[in-house]
C-alpha cells in the first residue's frame, strides 16, 4: 500500500473515532473542527466509508457510525472474551463466585464473558447485556480511567437513571467517587444495579481495549470481609489481561 494510501486509512479511521467520540453523530464541519483536516478531504473520506457502510448519512445531512461496524464489534468482543474466559475460570476456581469480563462500547458497558460460580445461587448476568456504566461496578471502575471532562460528556448524554435505591444518581457525586476509585484502583457495586448483589471490579489497565474485570455474588457471601480477602485475586487477573492482549 502506498503511502498516501497508509495516510487515508489512517485518517479515515481517525474521522471514525472522533464520530464515536461526539456520540455516534457529526456534522462534516464538526469533524472538521475536532480533526484539523481540510473539509474536502473530510468529504472524500465520509462518501467512501459511506458506500461502504461504516458511516451513515441521516435526513438532516449529518453522519452517525454505520451498522457494519455492528457486525465488527460484536465479533471482536466475542473473540475477546473467548481469549479472556481461561483467566475467569481461574478467578472463579479461586473466589468460588462468579466472574465477568465488561468492555466500554461507545456509552454502554457491554458482558463479553462470564463463568458462573458452582453456587446454585449465582449472578446470571448474561453475556452481551448492555448497561449504562454508572450503575455497575465494571462501568465505575472503567470511567474512573478517563478523564472526568470526558464523563462528564458522557453523562450528559446518558443521564443517571436509577436501577434500584442505591444507584448513584447525582453526577457530582458520581465523579467524586471516580476519583476514589481511581486511587484505590477497584470499584465497588454495592446494590447498585440489582438488590441484594454486591460486585468488585478492577479496571483492565493498559489492555487491547478498556475494561473491567469483576466478581460478582449475593451480599450474604460476598461479604465486606470477603471483599478485602479476593481483591488481590481480582487484581491479578486483570494484570494478567492486560499483560497478555489478544
Known amino acids: ?15 471514525l473515532e472522533r ?3 461526539a456520540g455516534g453523530e457529526a456534522s462534516l464541519s464538526e469533524l472538521a ?3 484539523g483536516l481540510p473539509l474536502p478531504t473530510i468529504h472524500r473520506l465520509i462518501r467512501t466509508l459511506v458506500t461502504l457502510g461504516y458511516v451513515r448519512q441521516n435526513s438532516n445531512r449529518r453522519y452517525t457510525l454505520g451498522s457494519r461496524l455492528i457486525r465488527l464489534g460484536e465479533t471482536a468482543s466475542r473473540q475477546y472474551g473467548t481469549w479472556a474466559r481461561p483467566f ?8 468460588e463466585e462468579t466472574a465477568n469480563l465488561a468492555v466500554l462500547d461507545g456509552d454502554e458497558v457491554v458482558y463479553v464473558a462470564q463463568v458462573p460460580s458452582k453456587h446454585s445461587m449465582r449472578m446470571f448476568t448474561e ?3 448492555r448497561l449504562l456504566p454508572h450503575g455497575t461496578g465494571v462501568g465505575k471502575a472503567m470511567l474512573s480511567q478517563l478523564p472526568r471532562d470526558e464523563v462528564r ?3 450528559d448524554r446518558t443521564g443517571l437513571p436509577a436501577y434500584t435505591t442505591n444507584t448513584i444518581t447525582d453526577a457530582t457525586q458520581l465523579l467524586d467517587s471516580l476519583d476514589e476509585i481511581r486511587h484505590r484502583g477497584y470499584a465497588l457495586d454495592e446494590s447498585e444495579q440489582e438488590l441484594g448483589v454486591r460486585c468488585i471490579a478492577v479496571p483492565v ?17 460476598l461479604t465486606k470481609d470477603a471483599v478485602t480477602r479476593i481483591l488481590p485475586e481480582v487484581q491479578a487477573v486483570a494484570k494478567q489481561l492486560a499483560d497478555h492482549p489478544s
Do not use: I, K, Y
Not at 500500500?1 to 474521522?15: E, H, I, K, W
Not at 475467569?88 to 473466589?95: A, M, T
Not at 489497565?205 to 457471601?221: I, K, N, Q
Open 1 to 15: 500500500m502506498s503511502t498516501g494510501g497508509v495516510q487515508s486509512l489512517q485518517r479515515a479511521f481517525d474521522l
Open 19 to 21: 464520530l464515536a467520540d
Open 33 to 35: 473542527a475536532t480533526s
Open 88 to 95: 475467569l475460570s481461574h478467578l472463579v476456581d479461586s473466589v
Open 127 to 129: 453475556v452481551g447485556r
Open 153 to 155: 460528556a458522557l453523562l
Open 205 to 221: 489497565v493498559g489492555g487491547p481495549t478498556l475494561a473491567a474485570v469483576s466478581v460478582s455474588g449475593p451480599e450474604g457471601r
